[in-house]
């Protein structure tokens, strides 16, 4: 693959995680800083290292599976690999600006 072709991919594959929701706060998860890594390998498999807001997250199985099967349907992408980690835990700090204004941390 083609670098220009791995870069439009990663930008499809981050336009499809900021369409993913954590239905309890109404900023994407992308956006929310619970996506540490997006790479895509040769064979175009999507691998995705991610965290939730919290371990004990009631919403994490629908999250997960969502970002797997976004991704997986990406333009460009075979299959996604995704690995949940909570090293290091997720804050407010990862936030983008815009997050945080939306949820009025600014």
Not at 24 to 51: F, Q, R, W
Request: with cysteine.
């Amino acid at each position: 693959m083609e670098i220009n072709e791995i870069l439009e991919t990663e930008g499809r594959i981050i336009g499809v995680l900021k369409s993913i929701f954590d239905p309890e706060i109404p900023v994407n998860i992308y956006d929310l800083g619970l996506i540490y890594e997006i790479s895509l390998d040769e064979k175009k498999v999507a691998h995705i290292t991610m965290t939730l807001t919290a371990p004990n997250c009631p919403m994490a199985d629908m999250i997960v599976e969502e970002v797997k099967y976004k991704v997986a349907g990406t333009k460009g992408v075979q299959e996604c690999n995704l690995i949940l980690t909570f090293d290091p835990p997720w804050d407010k700090s990862m936030m983008t600006e815009e997050a945080k204004l939306d949820l009025g941390f600014l």
